[in-house]
């Protein structure tokens, strides 16, 4: 069973409202399928996704001109923005190890 999950294009994502409008924890993923930095960070998340407290994973496709890639100020790929009740509390560029996507997840 594969846990591969597309990231939603610029008609699929949400807005920046509709994001800011989520309640509780957030995970939003900037990136794209053909970025080797997004592949190669795709088993660490999922295994640190697998190990935290539950919350709803976003995997956003991002660009130039993606509005919601630029209201979160994404300049590099992957970005993982977390947020608790629409506002953001913490956030990782290019994470290359399991526990530092564990530590920005908060605790059970």
Partial sequence: MSSFKPYLSAIEAPSLAEV???????????????????????PL?????????????????????????????VKLWPTLVLLRDGHE????????FVQVIQNLMPEV
């Fill in 45 to 73: 998340i999922a295994q640190a996704l697998a190990t935290q407290t539950p919350c709803l994973h976003l995997k956003i496709e991002d660009g130039p001109g993606r509005a919601l890639g630029r209201s979160y100020r």
């Fill in 20 to 42: 800011q409008a989520l309640p509780g924890i957030v995970l939003l993923e900037f990136g794209t399928e053909w970025c080797g930095h997004c592949r190669a960070a795709q």
């Fill in 89 to 96: 509390v913490g956030r990782l560029v290019r994470p290359a």
